[in-house]
């Protein structure tokens, strides 16, 4: 059974930092693409950062130089470092792990997701 459990969003001011984990488990962690969305009230949910089974990474726009996502293959676990936090960055965040297949196709498992709360 595949399982994919965020930890670490909470409440933090502006300017702050959290570091988000997610453990996974059932699945071959290290052939997995990982990453992280975030879907806040209203909004579609969006791609922050995706890290590769090769460990390239790729951010969006909004969060380059604030976020930095890492994995770590021996414990099966993704993390995403979140610094100098805005307002705008409230949202669930949610954890991906994808594996592409043949004819684009993936297979493409999620976390409930965890609440990260920017506010004074």
């Known amino acids: 059974q595949v399982q994919l459990v965020e930890s670490g969003g909470g409440l933090v001011q502006p300017g702050g930092s959290l570091r988000l984990s997610c453990a996974a488990s059932?699945?071959?962690?290290?052939?997995?693409?990982m990453g992280w969305y975030r879907q806040a009230p209203g909004k579609q949910r969006e791609l922050v950062a995706v890290i590769s089974s090769g460990g390239r990474t790729n951010y969006a726009d909004s969060v380059k130089d604030r976020f930095t996502i890492s994995r770590d293959n021996a414990k099966n676990a993704v993390y995403l470092q979140m610094n100098s936090l805005k307002p705008e960055d409230t949202a669930v965040y949610y954890c991906n792990a994808d594996y592409p297949l043949s004819g684009g196709s993936s297979i493409s498992r999620w976390g409930q997701g965890t609440q990260v709360t920017v506010s004074s």
């Open positions: 059932g699945i071959i962690f290290n052939i997995y693409a």
